[in-house]
């Protein structure tokens, strides 16, 4: 993370709306002026902060800056000034949680385009050694011709060779491995499942496993199968099982 240009380099962007904002901070759509290219910027205040946090951030543009590949939504430079990590990243047209609230649920045709592409990415990062470990709609953005690619690697941990499995807990709980939610060590397996939820959710219109409660997920898991509705064709239920 360049930390010597500052506030300074950023005066090349220009800040044209926010398009999302949270508890991790606030993204702008944004002009290159010389490029008169069109970026995201990802703003993170310092304050409030613990260090822990300010480490992770720096870890996520680590990882992110050495990704190259056309479904992981790409990386161009990041900055640190004294009050803010920014991070400038390709502007992509919406993310797929965006497009499940406006279609509730997407074409069995179009669902395997969107999956093909992160089954993709998600190839590229394990061949890597490194496991997102957060895949859920919100964190898979599309551009204007309906590619998939994934973003956020704030919980990515790469994996030293020789490394099968990991132990710590991150993950948004809908979306996470059994092994995860039962504190038990995981390998990228565990993104699969992940991508399974996906696959069930952009189809049937909701998750495979609904719920407020984290004690109930766990019961969910442990008790229920995986249901489909009866319009969902066999190739699918399939795909979504990882036959």
């Not at 590229?124 to 919100?138: A, C, E, I």
């Not at 953005?141 to 790469?158: E, T, V, W, Y």
């Not at 219109?205 to 009866?230: C, D």
Request: with cysteine.
């Amino acid at each position: 993370m360049d930390k010597s240009s500052g506030a300074k380099s950023l005066d090349k962007y220009e800040r044209l709306c926010l398009i999302g904002e949270g508890s991790f901070g606030k993204v702008f759509k944004a002009k290159h002026l010389e490029l008169q290219k069109t970026v995201a910027l990802k703003i993170i205040s310092k304050s409030g902060r613990s260090g822990k946090e300010l480490s992770s951030l720096k870890h996520e543009c680590e990882i992110q800056k050495h990704l190259a590949h056309p479904n992981i939504i790409k990386f161009i430079e990041s900055h640190e000034t004294a009050h803010e990590f920014v991070l400038i990243t390709e502007f992509a047209h919406m993310s797929l949680s965006q497009l499940l609230e406006q279609k509730k649920r997407l074409s069995e045709i179009n669902c395997v385009q969107i999956l093909t592409n992160l089954i993709s990415a998600l190839y590229y990062l394990h061949s890597n050694r490194v496991l997102h470990r957060d895949l859920k709609p919100q964190n898979v953005l599309l551009n204007k011709a309906g590619i998939a690619m994934l973003c956020d690697f704030g919980f990515a941990r790469s994996m030293a060779a020789g490394t099968h499995v990991l132990t710590s807990i991150k993950g948004t709980p809908l979306y996470m491995a059994p092994e995860l939610i039962a504190e038990r060590p995981y390998d990228h397996t565990a993104d699969l499942w992940s991508l399974g939820c996906i696959a069930y959710e952009i189809h049937i219109g909701q998750p495979p496993f609904k719920t407020m409660s984290i004690l109930h997920l766990i019961r969910l898991l442990k008790t229920r199968e995986v249901t489909f509705p009866q319009d969902v064709s066999p190739e699918y239920k399939d795909l979504v099982q990882g036959k």
